[in-house]
């Protein structure tokens, strides 16, 4: 898979905007295009991060065809 584009970054790493194409080796690009708007940094409630019940974790075999076969074991 090859993209291409253009990525804005504020200082501190958040990606604010995105402008660009993805290629997989296999089938039609997709423009993909996205942009942030009224961002505040500040604390967040752990409770967001917490996975939803009945959450199952796909094997990274099952991802490979679905990202072009670019998927990496850990």
């Known amino acids: 898979t090859e993209i291409d584009g253009w990525l804005w970054r504020t200082a501190e790493g958040i990606v604010m905007k995105l402008d660009g194409t993805v290629r997989p080796k296999r089938g039609k ?27 199952v974790k796909l094997p990274t075999e099952a991802l490979q065809p679905l990202l072009g076969g670019i998927a990496k074991s850990n």
């Open 29 to 55: 690009p997709t423009s993909v295009a996205m942009t942030l708007s009224n961002v505040k940094k500040a604390p967040q409630n752990a409770s967001l991060f917490e996975l939803p019940d009945g959450l």
